[in-house]
């Protein structure tokens, strides 16, 4: 599995090449380029996959300094957090675009192997928006000196391989505060990002609410319990507060700094992708571009590396939801709508291998349509919508699913390697 | 808290809930009410009292800080060693597990435990994170224990207790032993909803608290299906 020897092998050694780039890449970050891009198009044409891991792990051994020599020269955006990194990457990506070519990692590849592959696909571009794992940040922040940092979110997510959330707080908070020339637009509606960003001296808020709290009911910087009321949060027993956000999402629309309150229309379903786009608003904003520019280009994105396509097959609208956490799935509930749903979890490397989150996720909101359950760990989804009194059929497959439904709108909610499985099954659907 | 009903507690679910742990208490209080039995369940923060009067307590998982935290607060409450002496039933998981204990480790520092169970915990050398399974002590009469373990701690049962399981995959509390149990009080490594994969350990809290010798049994063929898939998966036991 390239996943696990990704993670593994590549390292940032640094000064091996100093001095060599001068405005230039050195000869060894072109051949490791150039090999990078043959690997991708090569995977591509294989059919192995979309290409955007493995050049640049190939390219990474090559010359390990790659990932800094790609993005020498380009302004670049980066966005992390636990949920939300893929879309608002996308929507970041259009935002910016008013002001030249963007490279992205678009296909949510989002570890330095996927930045290097995105950036050496793309050749020069005044403009780069990355998202980033949250467990690299630090890494990819001195790679890529970046202008810009976007923090969404922290909740649970993986604990069997992942940081646990403090830790990862910790982990951001660090680096900023070395970090003092990045700008960062961060979530001041989640105590764990605002902790963290508040080591950095420039910092933009956004408001796009938050719907998972579980995480965030003990202040990580005194311990005490944190209070919220009327939208407003605080710590009983230290100064940490909600800061005032420059960048509010109101109704179906975006509150700017200015004062000016924006429409969002955006072909992306429900209030959490409106979010998503005031984020995205608030990081081109720091480049210099205003709403009413970027706005047209967020209506433009329809679908992500398949999350959110529509696809008919057999008399079915099938329309692809990814949930990736408890958090995630909260928001997928709000999004579907009520129709036939399919669910389906697996539980292989990418998807951690701990089932116990499906607990954190009330599944009530489903009791009121047709649920079909599949996947490697249908079982433990079984039994937990049974506790939750949610009634569902088994089907061992996506055809059989399809069959199961009457012609119409079938909603498909799957974690990470069950939605590449039913994606696959549609053609690779982006 | 009417006198009829049974009272199940969840024990500081700000501090303690690092995932899923709410499923003991959903599935506890849905075995219940299933069998016709009236259930009140509770959840009491760490900056509230904690009742003495309830029939189950549950404890469930969490990160260094909050473990530590917790214990000062309940040693400092004393509501739960009211309501064990008292004869109510705990059931306790991974961090609250080791917190019932002598001592245990958090960020490092060794931290007292409430001496409810005979048990301290020390750190591993390596993260034990996996499937885990074992035979249950034969005395509670209870099929296999399956469950997902994902700890650093380490913990050494007491004279005054006993394993609640003899590990068959997985490590457990040392790769030989799972848990451990005294009185009405378990205590498990199988993190977060233990009971979804073990109703038989959810009814036998259900016997003890109520007195029942036996209960109207329920349809678990998902669960079945669930423990058939899980027993299988789970590699086998290796000493550490």
Redesign the interface.
């Known amino acids: 599995m390239i996943l696990t020897v990704w993670q593994r092998d590549v390292t940032f050694a640094s000064g091996t090449l100093a001095g060599v780039t001068d405005g230039k890449m050195p000869l060894i970050a072109k051949v490791a380029t150039s090999v990078s891009k043959t690997a991708a198009a090569l995977s591509r044409a294989a059919g192995r996959g979309d290409g955007s891991v493995i050049g640049g792990w190939i390219g990474l051994k090559i010359d390990p300094d790659l990932l800094a020599h790609l993005a020498s020269g380009r302004a670049v955006a980066l966005v992390s957090g636990t949920n939300g990194k893929t879309t608002t990457t996308r929507l970041t990506a259009a935002a910016v675009g008013v002001l030249g070519r963007v490279a992205t990692n678009s296909f949510g590849a989002n570890m330095p192997t996927g930045h290097t592959s995105a950036l050496a696909r793309e050749g020069h571009t005044p403009f780069a928006v990355l998202e980033v794992d949250e467990h690299y940040l630090a890494q990819v922040i001195d790679a890529t000196r970046p202008k810009v940092v976007a923090l969404l979110n922290l909740s ?1 997510d993986q ?3 992942a940081k ?4 990862m707080a910790q982990l951001w908070k660090t680096t900023l505060a070395g970090h003092p020339e990045i700008k960062v637009v961060a979530n001041a509606d989640d105590p764990m990002v605002v902790w963290a960003a508040s080591a950095s001296p420039q910092t933009t808020w956004f408001s796009a609410g938050q719907r998972w709290l ?1 995480d965030s ?2 202040c990580p910087e005194s ?1 005490h ?1 944190i209070e919220r009321a009327q939208g407003e949060w605080w710590c009983t027993g230290c100064p940490l507060r909600r800061p005032r956000p420059q960048w509010v999402v109101e109704d179906e629309g975006v509150i700017d700094p200015r004062g000016d309150w924006h429409l969002v229309k955006l072909q992306l379903p429900g209030k959490v992708n409106i979010g998503n786009a005031a984020t995205a608003l608030a990081v081109a904003g720091e480049f210099g571009v205003r709403p009413i520019e970027a706005l047209p280009r967020l209506a433009r994105v329809a679908s992500i590396a398949g999350r959110y396509a529509q696809v008919d097959k057999d008399g079915r609208n099938i329309r692809l939801l990814l949930a990736k956490n408890p958090a995630s799935w909260l928001e997928a509930f709000d999004m579907a709508d009520q129709a036939p749903t399919l669910l389906s979890i697996n539980a292989r490397d990418p998807d951690g ?8 996720v009330d599944f009530s909101p489903l009791r009121d349509r047709p649920v079909l359950i599949t996947g490697d760990r249908a ?2 989804l ?3 919508l ?4 949610v009634p569902f059929r088994h089907v061992q497959s996506f055809d059989e699913a399809l069959a199961a439904v009457p012609p119409g709108r079938l909603e498909v909610i799957a974690n990470y390697t069950a939605f590449q499985d039913i994606r696959a099954e549609l053609d690779r659907v982006n | 808290m009417s006198t009829e009903a049974l009272r199940i507690v969840w024990i500081y679910p700000d501090l303690l809930s690092t995932y899923g742990d709410r499923g003991n208490l959903l599935i506890l209080a849905r075995r219940a009410a299933d069998r016709g039995i009236p259930v009140e369940t509770y959840e009491i923060r760490s900056d509230q009292r904690m009742p003495n009067g309830a029939d189950i307590y549950l404890i469930g998982g969490g990160e260094d800080g909050p473990q530590a935290l917790a214990a000062q607060r309940l040693l400092a409450d004393g509501g739960l060693h009211q309501a064990v002496a008292r004869g109510a039933s705990v059931l306790s998981i991974c961090a609250g597990y080791q917190l019932l204990g002598h001592s245990f480790y958090a960020k490092g520092a060794k931290c007292a435990g409430l001496g409810l169970l005979d048990i301290s915990s020390d750190r591993g050398e390596t993260r034990a994170v996996g499937e885990l399974r074992g035979d249950i002590d034969p005395r509670l009469g209870l099929p296999p224990l399956t469950g997902f373990e994902n700890h650093g701690g380490r913990t050494h049962v007491g004279q005054h207790a006993a394993p609640l399981a003899r590990v068959t995959g997985g490590i457990g509390n040392d790769g030989q032993t799972e848990g451990a149990w005294a009185g009405k009080i378990l205590g498990t490594y199988s993190h977060g909803p233990a009971l979804a994969r073990n109703p038989a350990i959810a009814d036998l809290l259900l016997r003890w608290s109520t007195g029942a010798d036996r209960l109207a049994p329920l349809d678990d063929s998902w669960t079945e299906q669930l423990r058939n898939e899980r027993l299988t998966a789970a590699s086998p036991a290796r000493p550490v």
């Open positions: 649970r604990l069997d391989r646990e959330v403090a830790m579980d009911f003990v311990g319990p291998l701990d089932t116990s989150w499906l607990y954190d079982y433990d079984a039994v937990r049974q506790v939750n009194q």
